[in-house]
Protein backbone atom coordinates (compact mmCIF):
# COMPACT_ATOMS: atom_id res chain seq x y z
CA UNK A 1 0.00 0.00 0.00
CA UNK A 2 1.00 3.65 -0.85
CA UNK A 3 0.44 6.31 1.82
CA UNK A 4 1.29 10.24 1.75
CA UNK A 5 3.56 11.11 4.26
CA UNK A 6 3.57 15.15 5.92
CA UNK A 7 6.62 15.97 7.56
CA UNK A 8 7.11 18.50 10.17
CA UNK A 9 10.08 21.35 10.81
CA UNK A 10 13.23 19.22 10.84
CA UNK A 11 15.91 21.65 11.59
CA UNK A 12 19.01 19.96 10.74
CA UNK A 13 18.53 16.81 13.41
CA UNK A 14 19.03 13.80 11.13
CA UNK A 15 19.12 11.45 13.32
CA UNK A 16 15.40 12.34 14.26
CA UNK A 17 14.73 12.15 10.67
CA UNK A 18 16.39 8.90 10.28
CA UNK A 19 14.15 7.62 13.44
CA UNK A 20 10.62 8.92 12.17
CA UNK A 21 11.39 6.77 8.89
CA UNK A 22 12.00 3.72 10.68
CA UNK A 23 9.27 4.33 13.01
CA UNK A 24 6.65 4.98 10.55
CA UNK A 25 7.97 1.92 8.10
CA UNK A 26 8.35 4.34 4.88
CA UNK A 27 8.41 2.51 1.94
CA UNK A 28 9.48 3.79 -1.64
CA UNK A 29 5.52 3.59 -2.65
CA UNK A 30 4.86 6.39 0.55
CA UNK A 31 4.96 10.02 -0.92
CA UNK A 32 6.53 11.99 1.24
CA UNK A 33 5.35 16.32 1.87
CA UNK A 34 7.81 18.54 3.67
CA UNK A 35 6.86 21.25 5.20
CA UNK A 36 10.05 22.66 5.51
CA UNK A 37 12.92 24.28 7.79
CA UNK A 38 14.86 21.61 6.78
CA UNK A 39 18.20 23.45 8.26
CA UNK A 40 19.39 25.54 11.22
CA UNK A 41 19.51 24.16 14.39
CA UNK A 42 21.08 21.44 15.19
CA UNK A 43 24.39 20.22 13.48
CA UNK A 44 23.26 17.80 10.34
CA UNK A 45 21.57 20.54 8.17
CA UNK A 46 23.77 19.66 5.32
CA UNK A 47 23.59 15.98 5.52
CA UNK A 48 19.95 16.44 5.51
CA UNK A 49 19.68 18.12 2.20
CA UNK A 50 21.90 15.59 0.50
CA UNK A 51 19.86 12.70 2.01
CA UNK A 52 17.00 14.46 0.73
CA UNK A 53 18.09 15.05 -2.84
CA UNK A 54 19.36 11.43 -2.90
CA UNK A 55 15.96 10.38 -1.65
CA UNK A 56 13.93 12.08 -4.35
CA UNK A 57 15.75 9.84 -6.70
CA UNK A 58 13.66 7.24 -5.71
CA UNK A 59 10.41 8.06 -4.25
CA UNK A 60 7.87 10.78 -4.59
CA UNK A 61 8.72 13.69 -3.05
CA UNK A 62 7.58 17.44 -2.13
CA UNK A 63 9.33 19.85 -0.80
CA UNK A 64 8.12 22.99 0.59
CA UNK A 65 10.29 25.92 1.53
CA UNK A 66 10.51 27.69 5.30
CA UNK A 67 12.00 30.63 6.19
CA UNK A 68 15.16 28.52 7.30
CA UNK A 69 15.48 27.61 3.89
CA UNK A 70 15.32 30.75 2.51
CA UNK A 71 17.57 32.13 4.45
CA UNK A 72 20.13 29.42 3.28
CA UNK A 73 19.30 29.91 -0.58
CA UNK A 74 20.40 33.34 -0.08
CA UNK A 75 23.91 32.56 1.57
CA UNK A 76 24.45 29.61 -0.71
CA UNK A 77 23.47 31.75 -3.79
CA UNK A 78 25.10 35.51 -2.43
CA UNK A 79 26.82 35.03 0.76
CA UNK A 80 24.64 36.95 2.82
CA UNK A 81 24.56 36.02 6.10
CA UNK A 82 22.20 38.07 8.13
CA UNK A 83 22.92 38.41 12.30
CA UNK A 84 19.20 37.44 12.47
CA UNK A 85 19.71 34.47 10.59
CA UNK A 86 23.29 33.47 12.45
CA UNK A 87 21.43 33.98 15.81
CA UNK A 88 18.67 31.71 14.85
CA UNK A 89 20.83 28.65 13.86
CA UNK A 90 22.48 30.16 10.95
CA UNK A 91 25.75 29.21 12.81
CA UNK A 92 24.86 25.41 12.85
CA UNK A 93 24.28 25.28 9.11
CA UNK A 94 27.27 27.12 7.72
CA UNK A 95 29.58 25.00 10.00
CA UNK A 96 27.80 21.85 8.46
CA UNK A 97 28.74 22.90 4.78
CA UNK A 98 32.40 23.72 5.70
CA UNK A 99 33.91 20.72 4.01
CA UNK A 100 31.87 20.78 1.00
CA UNK A 101 32.93 21.46 -2.63
CA UNK A 102 31.93 24.55 -5.05
CA UNK A 103 29.97 22.00 -7.34
CA UNK A 104 28.08 20.24 -3.98
CA UNK A 105 27.34 23.89 -2.82
CA UNK A 106 25.85 24.62 -6.07
CA UNK A 107 24.16 21.23 -6.46
CA UNK A 108 22.17 21.95 -2.88
CA UNK A 109 21.52 25.58 -4.27
CA UNK A 110 19.77 23.96 -7.15
CA UNK A 111 18.17 21.82 -4.15
CA UNK A 112 16.43 24.87 -2.46
CA UNK A 113 15.58 27.11 -5.85
CA UNK A 114 13.26 24.05 -6.70
CA UNK A 115 11.61 23.91 -3.69
CA UNK A 116 7.93 24.65 -3.88
CA UNK A 117 5.98 27.79 -1.80
CA UNK A 118 2.98 25.71 -1.51
CA UNK A 119 1.60 22.66 -2.67
CA UNK A 120 -2.54 21.74 -3.39
CA UNK A 121 -2.99 18.06 -3.90
CA UNK A 122 -6.15 16.16 -5.66
CA UNK A 123 -7.89 16.65 -2.52
CA UNK A 124 -7.85 19.94 -2.51
CA UNK A 125 -5.48 19.88 0.77
CA UNK A 126 -3.10 22.46 1.18
CA UNK A 127 0.16 22.27 2.48
CA UNK A 128 2.26 25.33 3.23
CA UNK A 129 5.26 26.33 5.52
CA UNK A 130 3.26 28.69 7.36
CA UNK A 131 0.20 30.64 6.09
CA UNK A 132 -1.48 33.24 3.79
CA UNK A 133 -3.08 36.54 4.59
CA UNK A 134 -5.47 36.46 1.59
CA UNK A 135 -8.99 35.48 1.90
CA UNK A 136 -8.44 34.40 -1.61
CA UNK A 137 -5.96 32.05 -0.94
CA UNK A 138 -2.11 31.42 -1.38
CA UNK A 139 -1.87 32.16 -5.05
CA UNK A 140 -3.38 35.65 -4.47
CA UNK A 141 -1.30 36.33 -2.02
CA UNK A 142 0.26 40.18 -1.90
CA UNK A 143 3.07 39.19 -0.36
CA UNK A 144 4.76 36.16 -1.21
CA UNK A 145 6.86 35.95 2.34
CA UNK A 146 3.99 35.19 4.00
CA UNK A 147 4.30 31.69 2.56
CA UNK A 148 7.59 31.75 4.79
CA UNK A 149 6.67 33.38 7.96
CA UNK A 150 3.05 34.14 8.30
CA UNK A 151 1.68 33.24 11.37
CA UNK A 152 -1.97 34.67 11.86
CA UNK A 153 -3.50 31.47 10.04
CA UNK A 154 -2.50 29.41 12.67
CA UNK A 155 -3.51 32.38 15.19
CA UNK A 156 -6.50 32.79 13.76
CA UNK A 157 -7.44 28.90 14.04
CA UNK A 158 -6.15 28.61 17.90
CA UNK A 159 -8.50 31.54 18.39
CA UNK A 160 -11.63 30.34 17.04
CA UNK A 161 -14.87 29.72 19.18
CA UNK A 162 -14.68 25.32 18.72
CA UNK A 163 -18.65 25.37 17.84
CA UNK A 164 -18.23 28.23 15.01
CA UNK A 165 -19.75 26.09 11.96
CA UNK A 166 -18.55 26.19 8.35
CA UNK A 167 -21.97 27.56 7.30
CA UNK A 168 -21.48 30.38 9.55
CA UNK A 169 -20.72 34.27 8.18
CA UNK A 170 -18.14 34.50 10.79
CA UNK A 171 -16.27 31.30 10.14
CA UNK A 172 -12.64 33.02 8.63
CA UNK A 173 -13.10 33.18 4.63
CA UNK A 174 -9.51 32.19 4.00
CA UNK A 175 -10.03 28.85 6.28
CA UNK A 176 -12.96 27.51 3.80
CA UNK A 177 -11.34 27.83 0.87
CA UNK A 178 -9.38 24.29 1.43
CA UNK A 179 -10.63 20.32 2.69
CA UNK A 180 -7.59 20.43 5.29
CA UNK A 181 -4.39 22.82 5.63
CA UNK A 182 -1.36 21.01 6.72
CA UNK A 183 1.51 24.07 8.02
CA UNK A 184 4.78 23.97 10.18
CA UNK A 185 6.61 26.90 11.03
CA UNK A 186 5.16 27.44 14.82
CA UNK A 187 5.82 24.87 17.10
CA UNK A 188 2.72 22.91 18.70
CA UNK A 189 5.46 23.48 22.42
CA UNK A 190 3.89 27.17 22.25
CA UNK A 191 0.67 25.53 23.08
CA UNK A 192 2.12 23.27 25.65
CA UNK A 193 1.64 20.35 23.43
CA UNK A 194 4.07 17.81 21.83
CA UNK A 195 2.08 16.21 19.01
CA UNK A 196 0.78 17.31 16.12
CA UNK A 197 -2.22 19.84 16.64
CA UNK A 198 -5.72 20.18 14.96
CA UNK A 199 -7.52 23.39 15.24
CA UNK A 200 -10.40 23.94 12.48
CA UNK A 201 -9.27 22.28 9.51
CA UNK A 202 -5.88 23.17 10.06
CA UNK A 203 -3.15 20.49 11.12
CA UNK A 204 0.17 21.67 12.71
CA UNK A 205 2.62 19.22 12.00
CA UNK A 206 5.94 21.16 13.83
CA UNK A 207 6.57 19.51 17.06
CA UNK A 208 9.21 21.65 18.29
CA UNK A 209 12.21 19.66 16.77
CA UNK A 210 14.34 22.78 16.89
CA UNK A 211 13.63 22.94 20.36
CA UNK A 212 13.14 20.59 23.29
CA UNK A 213 10.07 18.79 21.05
CA UNK A 214 10.31 15.83 18.37
CA UNK A 215 9.68 15.69 15.08
CA UNK A 216 6.72 14.24 13.71
CA UNK A 217 5.60 12.75 10.65
CA UNK A 218 1.78 11.87 9.84
CA UNK A 219 -0.40 10.12 7.61
CA UNK A 220 -3.08 12.36 5.92
CA UNK A 221 -5.51 9.86 5.52
CA UNK A 222 -6.14 8.25 8.61
CA UNK A 223 -4.23 10.77 11.04
CA UNK A 224 -1.92 8.40 12.35
CA UNK A 225 1.89 9.87 13.62
CA UNK A 226 5.06 8.57 14.55
CA UNK A 227 7.30 10.59 16.58
CA UNK A 228 11.41 10.93 17.20
CA UNK A 229 12.82 11.01 20.11
CA UNK A 230 13.46 14.58 21.79
CA UNK A 231 15.86 16.32 20.00
CA UNK A 232 18.14 16.63 23.16
CA UNK A 233 18.30 12.93 23.45
CA UNK A 234 19.49 12.63 20.13
CA UNK A 235 22.18 15.85 20.08
CA UNK A 236 22.61 15.77 24.22
CA UNK A 237 25.98 17.72 23.44
CA UNK A 238 24.26 20.40 21.78
CA UNK A 239 21.56 22.99 21.94
CA UNK A 240 19.62 23.27 18.91
CA UNK A 241 18.14 26.75 18.75
CA UNK A 242 17.74 26.16 22.47
CA UNK A 243 18.77 29.53 24.80
Known amino acids: MSRTLVIGDIHGGFRALQQIFERAEVTPNDTLIFLGD ?4 WSESSRIIQFLIELSQNQECIFIKGNHDAWCEDWLAF ?6 WLFNGGKSTIQSYKDYSPKDLENHLEFFQMMKNYYVDDQNR ?3 HAGYSSMHGPEKEVYSSNYHWDRTLWETAVA ?11 YPKRL ?9 HTPTLYLGIKTPVN ?3 IWNIDTGAAFTGALSIMDIETKE ?3 SDPL ?10 NR
Open 199 to 201: KAD
Open 38 to 41: YVDG
Open 79 to 84: GNAPEV
Open 225 to 227: FWQ
Open 126 to 128: LFI
Open 160 to 170: MDKNLKRNSEL
Open 176 to 184: LLYKEIFIG
Open 232 to 241: PLLYPHEKGR
